[in-house]
C-alpha cells in the first residue's frame, strides 16, 4: 500500500515553533505539492491559511491524527527556493515562528488566502530607460564605478556622504545600469514620508512603472505591487522595510537610503532588522547592497574597519552647494517666546524677508507635555502608563502617546478644583499657534503625524513647500532626513536638550545623527544655509565636539568608547521583554527564564535583570525585561537556540505576553 504524502506546513498567529503536519488530497499530484505554495487546511474549529514548508512521506504521528488540507490555494509556488532559504534565515536568527516569518512576506491580501492575480497592469511595467551621465564629482563617479565593477558578485558598500552630496544620482546612475541588464531593483527608506518625492524622480527619469510598498496602501495596491515584482513584470520596487521580502526573481541590486534610521527595525511582534537582512539578501542573491547615509551607523562603520563593507566617501556637496554654518544659541536665563529666542525670531525674520524659506524642528507633538495646577501643583497623568497627558488643544484633548487613551480637555483641577491650569513645555502644535502670531503675513506648515493623518495631505504639504507657497516649515522626525528643499536656507533645532541626558548608550548617536540630518536641510543649492541650535547645554562635549570635528570624528570616539564598555557593536545583545497587568507575572517568568537560561549557559552569556522597563506601566501592562548579552554572537545564539524553544513549556509562559528582540536598537 502507499504511503500517503505528508505536508509540513508554517501556520502565521500561533506561538509554536514546530511545524505542523496534514494529509495531502487523495487526488492530487505530488509535483504540484511544492514548497512555496497557499494552502488552506484545519486548525482546531476554523480554518487556517497556511505555507507548504516541505513533503515527506514520514511522520512523527500515527496517520490517523492527521488530518486532509482543506484545499490548495496555488498551482504555483509563490515564493522561490532563494525566498525560502531567506526566510528560513530570518527565522534562525530572530527566533521567531516561521509561520510569522512567511507571513511577513506576503501582503495581508495573500495571507488572507485571496488570489494572486494583479488586478490592473500598469501601463509602463516594462522599463523604458531614458539616457540620462549627468555630470558627477570625482567621489560620485569613484561611487558608481566600485558598486557597478561589482555587480553579478555580493559586496556591501557603505556610501557615506555629507547632507546634499548627491547620493541620490549616485543610486539613479546604478539603477539604471542594473535596469539596462534587464534584472530588479530593490530601494528601501525609512518612512513612508521619503516615498513620493523619490518615486517622482524615478519615474522622470526612467519613464518605468515603479512598484510602491508601505503600509499607507490598500490592500490590493499592496497586492499588485508584489505580484508585479514577483512574477517580473515590473523592475523597480520602492518601499519601507516590509518590501524587503517581495520576490524579485531577477534581482540585482539593494539600495538602503538613510541605513543609520531606526525605522528599518521593527519594534512590534516579528522584530526584525530590514538593513540587516537586506544584507543576507543580497548574499544569498550574490548581488551588491549599497548602505547609502549621511550619518552611518555604527555598526555599519565598524564592519567597515572590519573589511567586511567598502567605504565609499562623498566628502563635498554636489554643484556648488556650500556646507551650511551651524551656531550654537545658549537659551539660559534668556526669555523665551513659547521655545524661541530673541536670537531665533530675528533671524527668522530675516530669512523671510530674503524671500527664502525656514524650518523648525520640535521632536515633540501636541500642545504641550504636561497639564499642571499651579494651585496644589496637580498633573494630569494616564491612568494606564507612567507618563503624562499631552495637551492637544486643537481638538480639545489630552492624549497618552503610549496608549492612545484621551480626555476631554479640562479646565479645572480635580484635585482642588483650581481653574489655574498651566500648560508646561512646547509641542509642534503650540508652537505652530505661536508662529502664525508673530508672522501672519506668512504661511505656516506642520508636519506631523497628527497634520499629515488624513490621505494625501503629506503630499499636499510637500508640493506647497516645493512651490514656495509655505514660508515656515515646522515639524517632527518627519522632516528630519532626505528631504530636499531648495530654498530652505534657515534651519532651527529648538529642543537639542532632551536627547543629552538618556539612560540608553544608544543616545549619543541617535542625538549627533538628528542633528547633523536636520542641518542638511538647509542650503542645499546656491544660497548657503545656518543652522541654529537652541540649548541650555552649551558646552556639553557631543555638541562641542561634533560641531568642531563633524560626524566622523565623533563616531570614531563613539565606537571606542563602545569597546571600552563591550558594548555592541563589540558585544551581541539579545532582549527578552514580559508584561502583564499584575506586576508580579512577568517578574516571576523572567525569574524562571533566567535560572532556565542558567542551566543551559554553558558558554558565560552575560544574563542582567529581571528588571522594570524604563518605562514600567504602559497601556495597563506592568513591562520588563530580561538582557542577554555576550562578546561572541555565535554563544549568544546557540544559547537562545536551546532556550527559546523551552519557554512556552514554563508555566508563568502562558500568564504573560513576551517577546525576543535580537540586536535591540534601544531598551524600552
Given amino acids: 500500500m502507499t504511503k500517503p504524502l505528508i505536508l509540513k506546513v508554517a501556520i502565521p498567529a500561533v506561538p509554536f515553533f514546530q511545524l505542523f503536519e496534514y494529509l495531502a488530497p487523495e487526488n492530487s499530484l505530488h509535483e504540484n505539492l511544492r514548497a512555496g505554495i497557499r494552502l488552506e487546511v484545519p486548525f482546531g474549529k476554523r480554518s487556517k491559511i497556511a505555507f507548504l514548508i516541505s513533503t515527506s512521506f514520514e511522520s512523527d504521528y500515527p496517520r490517523e491524527k492527521l488530518k486532509p488540507i482543506t484545499r490548495i490555494i496555488d498551482d504555483a509556488p509563490l515564493l522561490a527556493e532563494i525566498d525560502l532559504k531567506l526566510l528560513h534565515w530570518v527565522s534562525s536568527y530572530y527566533h521567531h515562528p516561521l509561520g510569522e516569518v512567511m507571513s511577513a512576506a506576503f501582503p495581508i491580501a495573500l495571507r488572507q488566502g485571496k488570489d494572486a492575480v494583479i488586478k490592473k497592469l500598469p501601463k509602463t511595467a516594462e522599463s523604458d530607460i531614458k539616457t540620462v551621465q549627468l555630470v558627477c564629482n570625482d567621489a560620485q563617479q569613484n561611487a558608481i564605478d566600485s558598486v557597478h565593477a561589482a555587480l553579478d558578485t555580493f559586496n556591501v558598500f557603505v556610501l557615506d556622504g555629507v547632507t546634499g552630496s548627491g547620493k541620490t544620482e549616485v543610486y539613479m546612475q546604478l539603477i539604471q545600469s542594473v535596469l539596462e541588464r534587464k534584472q530588479q531593483v530593490l530601494v528601501l527608506v525609512p518612512e513612508i514620508t521619503l516615498t513620493p518625492q523619490l518615486q517622482q524622480r524615478f519615474e522622470q527619469r526612467f519613464s ?9 496602501l490598500t490592500d490590493v495596491q499592496r497586492k499588485n505591487a508584489w505580484l508585479l515584482m514577483q512574477s517580473g513584470a515590473c523592475s523597480l520596487l520602492l518601499g519601507t522595510r516590509s518590501a524587503l521580502f517581495t520576490p524579485l526573481p531577477n534581482l540585482g541590486l539593494i539600495i538602503l537610503d538613510e541605513e543609520h534610521d531606526n525605522s528599518f527595525k521593527q519594534q512590534e511582534g516579528f522584530r526584525f532588522s530590514a538593513r540587516d537582512v537586506a544584507v543576507m539578501r543580497g548574499k544569498l542573491a550574490n548581488v551588491p547592497v549599497v548602505l547609502g547615509s549621511a550619518t552611518p551607523s555604527l555598526e555599519s562603520l565598524y564592519n567597515v574597519q572590519q573589511q567586511r563593507y567598502q567605504h565609499l566617501r562623498l566628502p563635498e556637496r554636489a554643484g556648488n552647494a556650500l556646507p551650511p554654518l551651524v551656531q550654537i544659541i545658549d537659551i539660559r536665563q534668556q526669555r523665551l517666546q513659547e521655545g524661541l529666542s530673541a536670537k531665533l525670531i530675528d533671524e527668522i525674520r530675516a530669512t523671510l524677508a530674503n524671500d527664502e524659506q525656514v524650518l523648525l524642528f520640535l521632536n515633540r507633538r501636541g500642545f504641550a507635555p504636561t497639564l499642571m495646577c499651579h494651585d496644589c501643583g496637580w498633573v494630569a497623568r494616564c491612568i494606564h502608563c507612567d507618563a503624562n497627558l499631552v495637551i492637544h488643544r486643537h481638538k480639545n484633548i489630552l492624549r497618552c502617546h503610549h496608549c492612545g487613551t484621551e480626555h476631554r480637555l479640562i479646565s479645572t483641577c480635580p484635585a482642588c478644583q483650581s481653574d489655574d491650569l498651566t500648560s508646561l513645555g512646547l509641542g509642534t502644535e503650540r508652537l505652530e499657534s505661536v508662529l502664525t502670531r508673530l508672522f501672519s503675513d506668512k504661511t505656516v506648515i506642520r508636519l506631523d503625524r497628527d497634520s499629515t493623518q488624513r490621505k494625501g495631505t503629506l503630499e499636499d504639504f510637500l508640493a506647497q513647500i516645493h512651490a514656495g507657497e509655505a514660508h515656515i516649515i515646522l515639524g517632527t522626525q518627519l522632516l528630519a532626513k532626505g528631504h530636499h528643499f531648495p530654498n530652505v536656507t534657515l534651519v532651527a533645532i529648538l529642543d537639542v536638550d532632551s536627547g543629552l ?15 547633523v540630518q536636520v542641518s542638511g536641510r538647509a542650503g542645499r543649492e546656491q544660497k548657503q544655509g545656518k543652522v541654529l541650535l537652541q540649548t541650555r547645554q552649551p558646552t556639553h562635549p557631543l555638541l562641542t565636539e561634533l560641531l568642531r570635528d563633524g560626524y566622523a570624528k565623533f563616531a570614531a570616539l563613539a565606537l571606542a568608547e563602545r569597546e571600552m564598555a563591550s558594548l555592541p557593536p563589540f558585544s551581541y545583545q539579545a532582549l527578552l521583554r514580559a508584561h502583564a497587568e499584575n ?80 540586536d535591540p536598537v534601544d531598551l524600552y
Avoid: C
Avoid at 541626558?501 to 542633528?515: M, P, V, Y
Avoid at 513549556?649 to 504573560?656: D, G, N, Q
Fill in 501 to 515: 541626558f538618556s539612560t540608553d548608550f544608544h543616545s549619543g548617536e541617535k542625538l549627533a545623527q538628528l542633528i
Fill in 583 to 662: 506586576e508580579a507575572l512577568p517578574v516571576t517568568f523572567l525569574q524562571a527564564v533566567a535560572e532556565l537560561a542558567q542551566s543551559l549557559n554553558t558558554q558565560e552569556v552575560q544574563i542582567l535583570g529581571a528588571i522594570p522597563a524604563p518605562m514600567a506601566r504602559r497601556a495597563g501592562q506592568y513591562r520588563y525585561q530580561l538582557l542577554f548579552q555576550h562578546t561572541n554572537r555565535a554563544a549568544l545564539h546557540h544559547l537562545l537556540r536551546q532556550l527559546v524553544p523551552q519557554i512556552t513549556a514554563l508555566k508563568s509562559a502562558s500568564k504573560v505576553h513576551w517577546s525576543l528582540d535580537v
Fill in 208 to 216: 518605468t512603472h515603479v512598484a510602491i510598498s508601505h503600509s499607507k
